[in-house]
């Protein structure tokens, strides 16, 4: 059988979002199987990929359907913004019309992310609750491991901590999932940041406003700054 069509607008989205997400689960499952095969499964090429994949969403919709249920598939639309531009373009670049990003704002739940030119994500807000691998990325970069002073540990095996707690209750009243307010913390420290009468907040250093720097309130009211590179930010510098 030879399928051959054209789609324009939010329909083209929508297919290709579909389409493309689901053939790389097809392939993921593929890829399982020449693990467990030991190569002697292989993993088929692209157009075979996303064939299996079109056919496999028709037979669970088919399914969901006898089954009495709507079947409705839920398609995930990345719109990029360029900020300096004002342009918007679709994951591949390609540039977005108005009346579809109409339509995009009027049909979907918006998820925004704030991303570097290279599309890591920075700043998730209240949408994610755990730090994704880029923001662990950038994290290791600036901290270099655990943040509290003196402590050795370095990035691997730390926690991504939320300086303002995260709400699992309801997310937009707790602390966002954004890099100014996540630090590098060890388990040990991440415990101790936890006890009952410890505060760690962001803290804005007067003679450098742009870094990114913490400190915490012990019970007794000691101040302890937070370090970056095993570096502490002393109280000399906070005066």
């Known amino acids: 059988m030879h399928l051959n069509g054209q789609f324009v607008g939010e329909l083209a989205l929508i297919i290709k979002s579909v ?15 020449a693990r467990v095969s030991d190569g002697e499964i292989d993993i088929p090429g692209n157009g075979q990929l996303a064939a ?34 004002g342009e918007l373009a679709d994951a591949d670049g390609t540039p977005l019309s108005a009346a579809i990003i109409r339509w995009v704002l009027a049909a979907g739940l918006l998820r925004p992310f704030e991303v570097t030119e290279r599309g890591d994500v920075l700043r998730a807000g209240h949408l994610l609750r755990y730090a994704n691998r880029h923001q662990r990325r950038a994290l290791t970069v600036r901290d270099g491991g655990c943040v509290f002073d003196g402590c050795t540990r370095k990035a691997v095996g730390t926690d991504a901590h939320h ?10 009243e707790g602390g966002p999932t954004d890099i100014e307010w996540l630090a590098l913390l060890c ?22 406003p742009d870094a990114i720097v913490f400190r915490w309130i012990t019970p007794a009211g000691r101040v302890i700054y937070s370090q970056r590179h095993g ?9």
């Open 187 to 208: 388990r040990h420290h991440h415990r101790v940041t936890h006890r009952p009468g410890w505060l760690m907040q962001r803290w804005t250093d007067p003679n450098e």
């Open 163 to 172: 300086v303002d707690e995260w709400n699992t209750a309801n997310p937009a």
């Open 52 to 85: 299996e994949a079109l056919a496999d969403l028709l037979d669970a919709g088919a399914a969901a359907h006898k089954q009495g249920s709507a079947g409705v598939v839920e398609p995930e639309v990345v719109v990029l913004y360029n900020a300096d531009t």
């Open 231 to 239: 570096v502490t930010w002393t109280p000399a510098q906070a005066a």
């Open 19 to 33: 389409l493309t997400a689901h053939t790389q689960q097809i392939r993921d499952r593929y890829a399982a199987d």
